[in-house]
């Protein structure tokens, strides 16, 4: 996977092709986002205005300019870009017909598997849910062909896009639905870069729940030198109602939901993030569930944004962050070196977005002390067992008594010290390795350098440190109610 820059002659050559191609191609006044300073399209009017006067309050490039803008020949992956990693997913393959890239997109029923234990006749792209991203660059001129095999009538809406109207894919509003069996056509030429996003756009609640979304990158035409990094990854956040024992997502729930995923997988199936130490890395995130909005976490490092949805965000204005808020129909680019080796989380921070499917259902038994209520109850229902008395750390649940059919476990993996990894939907793990086989395999748990894991303190330790175990707290002193 190890991407070939692009060289300054291939720049060059795109360059010339600019220059002849879209007399409408001008530099960015700043010259400054990673984006490239002549990858964004301006009017020229607008630009030389803003050239002369600073960054304007009003600035026409909002609109993207006029639609007929002249496209710039294909760019290839490896050859003018390097392809994002999409874990657990893929991009759409396309071909090049006169000039034109064209995709094929086909809206169809996929059995899904979230996990190993659940899966559920979802709504898909080519063969997967979430995980069908399309990848294209600046300037060119895309061809989309939609294919709908659903049973219903559907639409694509391409979101963030500078487009013809008619290309907005808003079914009834910009286009007539796209009916059962029927193929429609999109196109246009792409007069920005960045990340963005397609969704169906009809009957969204259900089209959308049911799993018809995707990430859709843009790289710029002419990158400026920042933006090249060693690891580039797109990741589409959605959430799911999945009913333990049922067989579709129920699209109607507006807040219970019980299965969170990244690229359509809940951890512990979500495919790590492998990088090598000191690789630059980027992570696109988009958020098209339901309801929820996701502040995604990451241990070990800070980041910054450095694009949303709408554009780059330039130097001056990018802030360092380690939670970043995704929120529904949002992207977020964040970028940072990976120059600490380990097992790093990066996972949303609510916390009830790291949880599976099982035990949303239950009251807080937290330090209830059942007694033989388990025992007395069993022979009028066999399988009960009282939950969440010691929390919800229902790793090993699983080893007491089954779980319902298609259910996976509210959360818990195997982890590399034995203990369950009390963890799920919304989590995977930024895996940061000084040697490296292969990007795409997963290099195994972390091997920590001797002394530096967190271990039972030995009584030496605690008796160089004089460190009381039994010493008395406010808790256990009664000073908490006031009375000393
Ligand atoms: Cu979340």
Redesign the pocket.
């Known amino acids: 996977m190890a991407g070939k820059k692009i060289s300054r002659r291939e720049i060059l050559g795109l360059g010339a092709v600019a220059a002849v191609g879209g007399a409408l191609w001008h530099e960015r006044a700043d010259g400054k986002t990673h984006g490239g300073r002549a990858g964004q399209y301006q009017p020229a009017a607008a630009r030389q205005k803003t050239a002369a006067a600073g960054r304007v309050y009003w600035e026409k490039s909002y609109s993207g300019g006029p639609v007929d803008v002249k496209p710039l020949p294909p760019g290839l992956p490896e050859k003018h870009y390097k392809p994002v990693v999409v874990p657990n997913g893929a991009a759409l393959p396309f071909k090049v017909v006169d000039g034109v890239k064209v995709f094929h997109l086909i809206a169809e029923e996929v059995d899904w598997a979230f996990d190993a234990g659940l899966r559920a006749k979802c709504w898909g792209y080519n063969g997967r849910v979430n995980s069908t991203a399309i990848e294209a660059v600046e300037g060119e001129r895309i061809r989309i062909y939609v294919t709908n095999r659903l049973p219903v009538p559907t639409s694509v809406h391409w979101h963030g896009f500078y487009l013809p109207n008619g290309m907005d894919g808003v079914g009834g509003l910009t286009q007539p639905y796209i009916r059962p069996g029927e193929t429609v056509k999109y196109e246009w030429t792409l007069r920005q870069h960045g990340t963005f996003m397609f969704h169906s756009h009809h009957d969204e609640m259900t089209q959308m729940g049911m799993g018809l979304i995707g990430m859709f990158v843009v790289h710029p035409r002419k990158p400026a030198p920042e933006y090249h990094v060693d690891r580039d990854f797109s990741l589409m956040i959605s959430e799911w109602a999945i009913k333990a024992g049922t067989a579709r997502p129920n699209t109607l729930v507006m807040n219970d939901f019980n299965v969170?995923t990244i690229n359509g997988k809940a951890f512990p199936s979500t495919a790590p993030l492998v990088c090598k130490t000191g690789d630059k890395v980027r992570i696109r995130l988009g958020n098209l569930g339901a309801t929820?909005h996701?502040?995604m976490h990451i241990h070990g490092y800070h980041f910054r944004v450095t694009a949303t949805d709408g554009e780059d965000i330039p130097l001056s204005a990018q802030w360092p962050e380690t939670t970043v808020l995704v929120a529904v129909g949002q992207t977020r680019t964040i970028e940072f070196i990976a120059d600490a080796p380990g097992d790093w989380a990066f996972h949303?921070h609510?916390t009830h977005?790291v949880m599976n499917q099982m035990g949303h259902d239950f009251p807080n038994m937290v330090g209830i002390k059942t007694g033989g209520l388990d025992e007395q109850l069993r022979p009028l229902l066999p399988a009960y067992m009282t939950m969440g008395h010691t929390g919800m750390d229902m790793g090993r649940m699983a080893e007491v008594m089954p779980y319902p059919k298609n259910t996976i476990s509210m959360k818990g993996a195997a982890g590399p010290f034995g203990d369950y990894i009390s963890m799920g939907g919304?989590f995977t793990v930024v895996k940061v390795r000084d040697q490296l086989k292969s990007y795409d395999e997963d290099p195994g748990w972390y091997k920590h350098p001797p002394g530096t894991v967190a271990l039972k303190a030995s009584d030496a330790e605690l008796r160089r440190d004089g460190i009381d175990v039994n010493e008395r707290t406010a808790a256990a002193s009664g000073a908490e109610r006031g009375h000393r």
């Open positions: 969170l929820d996701h502040p949303c609510m977005h919304l």
